[in-house]
C-alpha cells in the first residue's frame, strides 16, 4: 500500500511552472502607453526623437546613450547607462547606476499614442517612473512647440492653464492691510 503522506513528484510540475510563469511575467517586457490626442503625429514623433536623443534627468548622469531611429516605422530604440552618487545625511554615500534598452513607437492612428517599452526585466514600478519620465520629456518638448493639454488622469495635469499667468510678479510684496482685515495672497 503506497504511502498517504508521499506525494508524486509529477503533481508539484503544473504548480511549479504556473509560478516560475508567474514570476517571468512579473518581471519581464513591460510595455506602457500615453495618448497625446491633442497633437499632429509628425510634433510627437519629433518630440520622441529629440527625448531618446538628448535626455534630461535632474537626478541622473547620463554616461551612455545610444540611439537608432527608424523613420519608416517611427520608432526609436534606446540604450541607455545611468549613474548617481547618493549622499544622506548620517549614511555612506553609494553609487548607484541603471542600465536601460527600450523602445518608444508612435502610432500611425487616431488618437497619436506612444508605446513605451522593454524587453528586459524590471522592477515594474522602476519601469514606470522611467516611462512617466520619458513621457514628460516628450510633453515638455512639445510644449517647447507651443500649446499642449495634458491628457486625463495625468500627474502633470495639476500644470497651469496656457494663458494662465499669476496676477503679480514673484517677489511682489502686497500692500499692508488696513487694521483688522487679513492680507491678500
Partial sequence: MPDSRATP???????????????????????????????????????????????????????????????ASHRVTVYRDLRRDLVEPGLDPRREEEQWRFTAQVSSDSPVTITFSTPDWAVPSHFWRQADHFFGQVRMRLGEMGPVTPAPGDPMGTAAKPGALDPKAPGHVSEKPAQGQLATP
Fill in 9 to 71: 513528484a509529477s503533481s508539484f510540475a503544473p504548480a511549479a511552472a504556473l509560478a516560475c510563469a508567474l514570476a517571468f511575467l512579473a518581471g519581464c517586457g513591460h510595455s506602457q502607453k500615453c495618448d497625446f490626442d491633442d497633437r499632429p503625429r509628425d510634433d510627437v514623433w519629433a518630440a520622441v526623437v529629440q527625448t531618446a536623443r538628448a535626455p534630461r534627468y535632474s537626478d541622473w548622469i547620463v554616461v551612455q546613450n545610444e540611439v537608432k531611429v527608424d523613420e
